[in-house]
């Protein structure tokens, strides 16, 4: 994954980023809350002596002189040892019981010992550390490392003074703490949660891990408006199909195929909503349009064209009424083939030639045959209707289509020798940022000319909708 990636992470799942986050912090606050309160007093005792030994009044004794540095190190673990500790906690005539600990430490080549006290009672603490200069020398003639007769002296450079802030718990430590760990375990868990989610979320996604050519993304807007090309001309959803309609006109060498089929892996994802406004920004454009609803289970086209829906194309296929019959010109120019009655079994009624014939049909006539067809993965319908055409739109919704649904759609037209020329993504999408600000005058200019070039060509000139004179 590069760094954008984990950008676009962190900006889909920073809901989970801040659910650990703030859980980490509340775990930092009840540790801090129940941790007990500990005060630390510290005070440094110069050592100065000549002589180091045993009692040399006694029947094994023995004189020496060493240097100070050993003296000290060595004087700073006697200081740990229990008989040491007890001598100073009972010299500092204690009121209560509180807990104590001790630690002793010299610097390398130093005669100074650093006696330093924690405690649950700051007084404690520091009286505790003031006790050690008295109590360890007679403790170190307690153990019999020390002559009483040798001179010594502790000198005080550092008294112990009393804490005013306990060290722990340490709240901006503990809260530091739990905020590093809150964001690295909410990363990691954004991330796998990421890894874990086979819903396609970007086209960048799609183009890498499918390689497939993505034709446009249609964004999440006016989403209450089936027919936002006639009803709002200027929004980015309407330019949005308008970079589609570019797009396929580059799709082949061909050009814009002329007779398309719009399927998608499952319901729901915006095929017939796509084929729609395609259709209306093609007529747009200067081309003659027919638009075909071959989704003989759940049509949709003839409610959002506001047309009604007694004959259509089931009729045409069982041989009952002629394309002339039963095609409809809508206001904004495209010609409209619904579905018509649905029949007992469509997948029947899509097979053998007559399909192909009604394109066919349809393609003598028109410059662009757009056909709305079922979802693959739901029933073979899609199958028939993408063989009978040049090309193959797949319309996949963002953040709910699965790569291996898409996969799987791919793989059955592929199978069924569709000719799938790109896919088209529905949803807001980070990797298509700045695309709404497609240059719309060089799109007029564009469908200018293509309208000149269509009138001077005698073959469009000639061209007979279905059912005229």
């Not at 403790?139 to 550092?158: D, E, G, N, W, Y």
């Not at 495209?334 to 029949?343: A, D, E, H, I, K």
């Not at 029947?348 to 394109?359: F, H, N, P, S, T």
């Not at 996969?407 to 020329?421: D, E, I, K, P, W």
Request: glycine share 6%; net charge neutral.
């Amino acid at each position: 994954m590069e760094l954008r990636d984990y950008v676009q992470v962190l900006r889909r799942r920073w809901r989970t980023v801040l659910i650990v986050v703030v859980a980490a912090l509340a775990a930092s606050a009840v540790v801090t809350a129940l941790q007990p309160t500990v005060y630390r007093a510290s005070t440094d005792l110069l050592v100065a002596l000549t002589s180091f030994g045993p009692d040399p009044a006694g029947p094994s004794s023995k004189a020496y002189t060493t240097t100070l540095p050993d003296i000290a190190a060595f004087y700073s673990e006697i200081a740990v040892t229990p008989p040491a500790v007890q001598a100073a906690i009972g010299a500092a005539a204690l009121t209560t019981s509180p807990s104590v600990a001790v630690s002793a430490a010299t610097a390398p080549g130093s005669a100074t010992i650093t006696i330093t006290v924690t405690s649950s009672s700051a007084a404690a603490a520091q009286a505790v550390a003031n006790a050690y200069p008295d109590t360890l020398p007679d403790t170190l003639i307690q153990l019999k490392q020390l002559s009483s007769r040798a001179p010594l002296a502790f000198k005080v450079l550092r008294a112990a003074a009393l804490p005013a802030t306990p060290v722990s718990p340490d709240p901006v430590v503990n809260t530091a703490i739990g905020l590093a760990l809150g964001l690295v375990l909410g990363l990691l868990l954004a991330v796998l949660r990421e890894r874990l989610d086979q819903r396609i979320r970007d086209s960048r996604g799609l183009e890498d891990r499918l390689e497939v050519t993505v034709l446009g993304v249609v964004p999440n807007q006016l989403q209450g408006a089936h027919l936002p090309a006639v009803s709002h001309p200027d929004s980015p959803r309407t330019e949005a199909y308008r970079k589609i309609r570019t797009s396929l006109l580059f799709s082949g060498l061909d050009g814009f195929p002329s007779t398309l089929a719009i399927t998608s892996s499952l319901a729901g994802e915006g095929k017939s909503t796509l084929a729609m406004n395609l259709a209306v920004v093609c007529s747009q454009a200067g081309h003659q349009v027919a638009v075909v609803d071959a989704d003989l289970r759940r049509p949709t086209l003839h409610e959002h064209f506001e047309l009604h829906n007694d004959t259509g194309l089931s009729n045409v296929l069982a041989g009952e009424l002629s394309l002339g019959e039963v095609a409809r010109t809508h206001p904004t120019g495209v010609t409209v083939v619904t579905s018509g009655p649905s029949p007992r079994d469509p997948s029947a009624l899509l097979e053998g030639q007559r399909l192909r014939a009604v394109i066919a049909e349809l393609a003598a006539s028109y410059d662009v045959v757009i056909v709305d067809t079922t979802p693959t993965l739901a029933v073979s319908d899609a199958g028939q209707v993408c063989v009978a055409v040049k090309g193959t739109v797949v319309v996949t919704r963002l953040g709910t289509t699965t790569f291996d649904s898409l996969r799987t759609t791919l793989s059955t037209l592929q199978r069924v020798q569709a000719n799938v020329v790109g896919v088209v993504a529905v949803g807001d999408d980070d990797t298509d940022a700045g695309y709404h600000n497609h240059d719309t005058s060089q799109e007029s200019l564009a469908g200018s000319h293509r309208r000149q070039v269509r009138s001077a060509r005698p073959e469009s000139r000639g061209r007979r909708r279905p059912g005229s004179a």
